[in-house]
């Protein structure tokens, strides 16, 4: 069992930056592939990007591609999104997920996180 809890959302203007943080629980965070993901009001969930295990294989939606970047760190059993250039399209809640590797947690993760909200103002 993988509990996964985010912090770090919050409101921010245009063009501005915020670091997202995941913190999970469990003996074997650092066998699960990770991953962010976003709802924005009225959308379907989407994913963002993903990292593996080892975090040698990184993955980014086109949309925030060059903005963010996924990172993890084992030892501390977090797994963080930092995102720059922010834009008002990037608002949503987002939301951390665990997945039995890189392929497979797109969409089927086995674990969530209850979300954070950022909010990019214009």
């Known amino acids: 069992q993988v509990q996964l809890v985010e912090s770090g959302g919050g409101l921010v203007q245009s063009g501005g930056s915020l670091r997202l943080s995941c913190a999970a629980s469990?003996?074997?965070?650092?066998?699960?592939?990770m991953g962010w993901f976003r709802q924005a009001p009225g959308k379907e969930r989407e994913f963002v990007a993903k990292i593996s295990w080892t975090g040698t294989s990184i993955y980014y939606a086109d949309s925030v591609k060059g903005r963010f970047t996924i990172s993890r760190d084992n030892a501390k059993n977090t797994v963080y999104l930092q995102m720059n250039s922010l834009k008002p399209e990037d608002t949503a809640v987002y939301y951390c997920a665990a997945g039995r590797n890189v392929v497979v947690i797109t969409t089927t993760p086995d674990y969530w996180g209850q979300g954070t909200q950022v909010t990019v103002s214009s």
């Open positions: 469990g003996r074997t965070f650092g066998s699960y592939a």
